[in-house]
């Protein structure tokens, strides 16, 4: 069984970014106990990362937290987590992803030897300093940003955007400039795909004559409430019972 300590040894040595950061303050952390919202909302997430080994990392002003399982091989999987808390003025989020923040401060990297999960290739995930509307600055290189491209594409197929980016927060960035929205106001949640289609992703129908566009449902997964439960799950049956 690994230690906190060795969790954050096995997530260093696998990301190299994490190596440069040397002057760091490792501490056993509480158990997770969330809000009582935050269980209500997200009872298979609350079961999860309760189930995890605790550490708290900081690095100057920077704290995460880095919640360890151990694999049903014996290995070791990991999340690394901002510290969870409201800190910015974004008004645009919707509630459900508030509360989730509130206890959970998302996922800004990841560790797992299994080639098949739900986090597989994303960057991060609901994070509160990355989230925000139409697209992350930076990803990929592609400055106008998905908006654009979208907006491109539908003109080459002479049919009216029915996707409006200022209507959408962006809650996760993937490896191929793949993304995941959520509305603001209901939490409908979208992928905005670009290359490579997962097979739980559902092309969203705009029109007969609009092929090859990039949003996709996510199957079974309508709203941020359901994506998050659903994460919960897939990660859940890698671990060891």
């Known amino acids: 069984m690994d230690t906190p300590v060795q969790d954050w040894q096995h997530l260093r040595h696998a990301k190299v970014w994490l190596r440069e950061h040397k002057d760091l303050e490792l501490a056993t952390g509480p158990l997770f106990e969330p809000a009582r919202q935050f269980q209500d909302s997200f009872p298979f997430m609350t079961e999860l990362l309760g189930k995890a080994r605790r550490t708290k990392v900081k690095n100057g002003g920077n704290v995460y937290d880095l919640f360890g399982w151990t694999a049903r091989d014996g290995s070791s999987l990991e999340w690394l987590c901002p510290e969870a808390g409201l800190r910015q003025n974004k008004p645009f989020l919707h509630n459900d992803h508030r509360v989730l923040l509130q206890s959970f401060g998302g996922i800004r990297e990841y560790w797992s030897i299994y080639e098949y999960h739900w986090l597989l290739n994303w960057y991060w995930i609901l994070c509160e300093n990355e989230s925000c509307l139409s697209f992350p600055p930076g990803v990929s290189g592609w400055e106008n940003g ?61 029109s007969k004559s609009c092929i090859d566009l990039p949003f996709h449902t996510v199957d079974r997964c309508p709203d941020l409430v359901s994506w998050v439960e659903a994460l919960a799950r897939d990660w859940s049956r890698l671990l060891i019972v």
Do not use: K
């Not at 049919?159 to 995941?180: C, H, K, Q, R």
């Not at 209901?186 to 490579?196: A, H, K, N, P």
């Open 146 to 206: 998905w908006r654009d491209y979208y907006r491109d594409l539908c003109a080459q197929e002479w049919v009216e955007p029915i996707v409006e980016g200022s209507d959408y927060v962006t809650f996760g960035a993937e490896a191929n400039a793949n993304l995941l929205l959520y509305h603001r106001e209901t939490s409908e949640v979208l992928m905005f795909i670009r290359d490579g289609a997962p097979t739980q992703a559902t092309p969203l129908q705009q």
